[in-house]
């Protein structure tokens, strides 16, 4: 298993070009949030913001609009029930995160099936509640040309039938090969691990103190900036991967949890840091 280290982070982040404008950082919509899980969407939102994504826009319920304009001013909002307006967004943004805090319903499987018949070449970041209906549905995902899902165990066990202790990299990698071959695989938890084209990357850092809710959303927004600034690349989605937890493990140096809120702050300055030491 291959490891993944801080060299991935000067390598992937590089200073902007001067003659560049906000279309060049990547736009990005992001289906999150219902009722119950606005946060998701904000957290999401907020950390591809911090990013440096170009644009970002949120599908979700507008009883979350209000929170968001105030909490995220950067980002738009879309209604995800208005299906013309959906259609649109998911035809004009690049990547397109579905997931976060939608919850298991009906509403979240259309969503999926929406974004599927729409996409032609774009990124797809997909998490938490697309995961777990994409397990009950049996929905095929091997329409989706780029495709990136990032399931913690529990995800990853309803999506592959492997119990937590089964999911050895072996079976693993067996098992993406049959659900959807030419994804990227983040299994999620401590030292997560990478499954891409038969490989599989295993991360060094990270810290309990990130077992607190949102901090996967946090890493959606994370992953989707990297991929709309930089490219599709397993070492683009690594360096994500990499920064969240580097700047979890800053944070847990002080504070006994890693609030995701915090982590996001923390983004810009310490890919500024990273772009700048480059030689
Ligand atoms: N503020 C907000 O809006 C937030 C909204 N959120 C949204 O909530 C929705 C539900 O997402 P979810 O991840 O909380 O729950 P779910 O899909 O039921 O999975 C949990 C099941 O898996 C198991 N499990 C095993 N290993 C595990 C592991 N390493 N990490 C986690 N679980 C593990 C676990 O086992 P148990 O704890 O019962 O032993 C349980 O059986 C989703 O849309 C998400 O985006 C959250 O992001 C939080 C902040
Ligand atoms: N003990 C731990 N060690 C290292 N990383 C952890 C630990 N606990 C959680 N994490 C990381 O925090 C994130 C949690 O993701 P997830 O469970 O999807 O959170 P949420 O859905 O609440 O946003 C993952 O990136 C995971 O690797
Ligand atoms: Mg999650």
């Known amino acids: 298993m291959q490891k993944i280290d801080e060299s991935i982070l000067s390598e992937v982040i590089h200073k902007r070009p001067d003659i560049s404008y906000k279309g060049n950082y990547g736009r990005i919509l992001i289906i999150a949030g219902s009722t119950h899980f606005g ?39 879309i209604d995800y029930n208005n299906l013309q ?29 929406t974004v599927i018949k729409n996409i032609s070449d774009q990124i797809i970041i997909m998490d938490a509640s697309a995961l777990t209906m994409v397990s009950e549905k049996k929905i095929d995902l091997n329409a989706i040309k780029n495709l990136i899902l990032t399931p913690h165990q529990g995800e990853w066990q309803r999506l592959s039938g492997l119990k937590i202790p089964d999911q050895t990299s072996k079976n693993n990698l067996k098992k993406i090969n ?8 983040i299994v999620k938890k401590h030292l997560s691990e990478i499954y891409y084209q038969n490989n599989v990357y295993q991360l060094l850092n990270g810290n309990p103190g990130m077992a607190t809710g949102g901090m996967g959303d946090t890493l959606t927004g994370i992953i989707a900036a990297f991929v709309g600034q930089f490219g599709f690349s397993l ?29 996001a702050s923390k983004i810009p300055q310490t890919m500024q840091k990273f772009a700048c030491s480059k030689k």
Request: zero cysteines.
């Open 85 to 113: 307006d959906l259609d649109e967004s998911i035809q004009k943004n690049n990547v397109i995160v579905i997931g976060p805090g939608l919850g298991s319903s009906d509403s979240t499987v259309n969503l999926i099936k």
């Open 235 to 263: 070492k683009v989605v690594s360096a994500a991967l990499y920064l969240h937890s580097h700047i979890a493990d800053k944070i847990y140096q002080k504070d006994y949890v890693v609030l995701p809120t915090k982590l």
């Open 178 to 185: 049959s659900l959807a071959p030419n994804s990227l695989l």
């Open 39 to 77: 946060g998701a969407a904000l957290m999401s939102a907020r950390a591809a913001v911090n990013s440096g994504a170009g644009l970002v826009t949120v599908a979700t319920v507008p009883e979350k609009f209000t929170a968001i304009n105030v909490d995220i001013p950067e980002a738009m909002t």
